[in-house]
């Protein structure tokens, strides 16, 4: 099973220290995100990394144009993310027809052997981007180091419920915080329906001492009306919410020329 296509038929993301690769990197928010989410058996984060540092290799040698990046989580169950970004479903049909290639497809059958030695699971994900609900700056990638991600899993026909949540905090922030800048994803397959997925990053974990403030900051600065709409929506239409936080793990992420204005693996 591939990392592209997991078992799809699968913020955004992207970083990468060297300077020359930041001129590939997507500049504003992806139109969808395939996902492979891996559950990590406890004592084989280790040897989980050394196995996922042959996929890259991989992509490498066969000249694959696309990319991705691989997120560790550093808090909830031992898991690793892997974000490929996609401008259309047509640009995903076309990376699974590319791992058809026999040298390729030889390769990356030995290394999902390989790497299901070290995991209890794994589940892959479609996400699009709903940038009507998406807030703030898309951000320089090649410095992004740390991601936080959350899930928010809604009640069935509360969907606008979330979005006037997402559009009355936003509003509140833009007013606080202008600085503060996060990607909203509406999860399509691999999950159940409807979950939404809030990606923001950091250049350095330090950083989320802002991040805190910013939101507290919006918060506190929300008018009577927005604080209606966010309470409504907590008492009313999550059904669970989730926040993860990972740091980047380059040796595991494909790095190479990008055909598609977005971003992962």
Do not use: C
């Not at 259309?88 to 030695?117: G, Y």
């Not at 996060?182 to 409807?194: L, Q």
Request: proline residues 5%.
């Amino acid at each position: 099973m591939s990392k592209f296509t997991g078992s799809l038929a699968a913020f955004l993301l992207f970083a990468s220290a060297g300077s020359a690769l930041a001129q590939s990197m997507p500049t504003t928010q992806p139109n969808f995100l395939q996902i492979y989410r891996e559950e990590v058996k406890v004592g084989h984060g280790a040897d989980h990394a050394k196995t996922e540092a042959g996929w890259p290799a991989a992509y490498e040698k066969a000249k694959s144009p696309y990319t991705y990046i691989a997120l560790v989580a550093m808090t909830g169950p031992s898991e690793a993310w892997f974000v490929t970004p996609f401008e259309s479903q047509q640009a995903i049909a076309d990376s699974m027809k590319s791992e058809e290639e026999p040298t390729l497809s030889a390769s990356l059958e030995r290394l999902s052997k390989a790497d299901a030695e070290h995991l209890n699971g794994g589940r892959g994900i479609l996400a699009m981007a709903r940038k009507d609900l998406s807030f703030g700056a898309y951000p320089e990638m090649a410095k992004q180091r740390y991601y936080e991600i959350t899930i928010y899993r809604v009640r069935p026909g509360h969907e606008g419920g979330f979005e006037a949540a997402a559009k009355a905090y936003g509003a509140a922030a833009s007013r606080a915080t202008p600085g503060t800048s996060f990607r909203v994803y509406e999860v399509m397959a691999g999950m159940p329906s409807p979950t939404y997925l809030v990606f923001s990053s950091v250049t350095s974990y330090g950083a989320f001492d802002k991040t805190l403030a910013a939101d507290q900051a919006a918060m506190k600065g929300a008018t009577a009306a927005e604080q209606e709409t966010l309470q409504k929506f907590a008492l009313e239409a999550v059904a669970s919410a989730e926040t993860i936080r990972f740091r980047l793990d380059p040796g595991a992420a494909v790095i190479a020329p990008l055909n598609y204005a977005a971003t992962t693996r």
